[in-house]
């Protein structure tokens, strides 16, 4: 009777925890899908070259990447330009991509890979910040944008504006299918409107 009884205390106890550690992932990944600002769709590579020749990058300077889906603007700013690159990336899949294609470029010294959400992100080392999301989250992310850039921080968004911000140039870029997409440069305090 006894040793039945330690039985089901054992299978209860397994039970609780695989729930506990599965209940915890979903979690996150509840999470990550929450707050996804933007669906993962890469930049095409004339057009990651055109951002940053608009970004007028130095050697030492910082650029983020905000949402940074496989890595490929990051790798692109560190070999051209040696900057110094950071992503942010919510999806801990293309986080863990990302990871994977710096370390095949040799990269790891100078890009940086967090798996985590731009909106909870300090973006104040930034000297360039490049966006390819969604007009709606480019809103979301202004606030942000404003309380983190330090003066003279570019910022090159890839098909979406920030609204309620002037750009100081935009650049039409042919796109997939022969569609064509505008990318925009803002530079920080000029591009911010004041009210
Ligand atoms: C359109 S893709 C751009 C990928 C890459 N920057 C490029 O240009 O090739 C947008 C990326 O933003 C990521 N994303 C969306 N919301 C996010 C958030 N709140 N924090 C971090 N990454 C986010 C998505 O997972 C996706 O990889």
Known sequence: MRFRMLRFGILISTVFFASAIAGFGQRRNLSEFKNNLAPFVTSPGHAVDKMLNMANLKPGETLYDLGC?????LIAAAEKYRVKAVGIEISEHLAK?????????????????????????????????????????????????????????????????????????????????GVTHTIYLYQVPNSIVKK
């Open 97 to 177: 991509t990302a990871v994977d294609n710096v370390k095949k470029h040799g990269l790891e010294d100078q890009v940086k890979i967090v798996h985590g959400d731009f909106m909870q992100t300090d973006l104040s080392p930034a000297d360039v910040v490049t966006l390819y999301l969604a007009t709606a989250a480019n809103e979301s992310l202004r606030p942000n944008l404003e309380r983190y850039l330090r003066p003279n921080t570019r910022v090159v968004s890839y098909d979406y504006p920030i609204p309620g911000w002037k750009p100081m140039d935009a650049s039409a870029s042919e796109g997939r299918h």
């Open 69 to 73: 889906g496989d890595g490929r603007i």
